[in-house]
């Protein structure tokens, strides 16, 4: 028997299958049917950055049945939606990848999306025109700046490294404490949204600074210890 792929045959839970012979003999009996979940994998992950989504649940593909496609997309709002399909196996298991949106949002909780057809209960090779959605959600982080040392004298070199920015992208500002120090000329991001360059500690007053770093309208900052007014050698 190929079941239907219907709003009641795609919901999880027990349901009661009965069959009636030609003499109006009735046999009932219960299927469990799984509820539909989708996971994404990794939970978090940077802007460009590849993730695997799985879909557990769903209809079953069968050489006798209807043909079952799954359109899986990742939307981020302003940005443009990654899209993809995959095709159930024998148990309604299946697995897609989706790139994150090169333009989602820094940091954002977005939504991914797994949308299915659903057929006619008196016709069972015909669509109905409706959809089985289901949703996970997936976080892009915040971006980070980290220093290879936490502390040090006014002249210390200082190396920086930028991650989880906009690819390709300059550096607006770099500011330590009250003070800029934006590179000339300014280094731009990798593919990957990374930075690495350096620059020596101003002379500021004892105590924790801020490095600050701008880089396409996104703020990632860390602080650093000034030891000593002297100039390191």
């Known amino acids: 028997i ?4 219907t709003p009641a045959t795609t919901t999880g839970g027990v349901h009661k299958l009965k069959v009636v012979d030609s003499g109006g003999r009735q046999g009932i009996i219960g299927i469990s049917f799984p509820q539909r979940q989708i996971t994404v994998v990794p939970a978090e992950g940077r802007v460009n950055a590849n993730v695997l989504v799985k879909g557990t649940g769903f209809a079953a593909q069968n050489n006798h049945g209807n043909s079952i496609t799954i359109r899986v997309s990742y939307a981020s ?3 443009e939606t990654s899209t993809a399909t995959a095709t159930p196996d024998y148990a309604g298991n299946w697995t897609a990848i989706l790139q994150v949106p090169r333009d989602a949002a820094i940091p954002s909780t977005n939504t991914v999306t ?12 015909a669509k109905s ?15 980070q700046v980290t220093l290879n040392r936490v502390s040090g004298l006014p ?3 200082v190396t920086l490294i930028a991650q989880g920015f906009k690819q390709f992208t300059p550096v607006d500002t770099l500011r330590v404490g009250n003070v800029d120090l934006t590179p000339s000329p300014r280094p731009s991001t990798d593919g990957d949204g990374s930075a690495i360059f350096e620059f020596m500690v101003p002379g500021l007053e004892v105590g924790v600074q801020t490095v ?7 703020t990632a900052s860390a602080g650093f210890f000034v030891t000593d007014n002297s100039v390191a050698d």
């Open 114 to 125: 797994a949308e299915v057809d659903l057929f006619q209960v008196s016709s069972p090779d």
């Open 2 to 5: 190929d079941l239907p792929v």
């Open 129 to 143: 025109g409706a959809t089985l959605v289901t949703t996970a959600t997936h976080q892009v982080p915040r971006a």
């Open 212 to 218: 600050q770093l701008h880089v396409g309208g996104i």
């Open 77 to 79: 709002a302003g940005a």
């Open 155 to 157: 002249g210390s070199k």
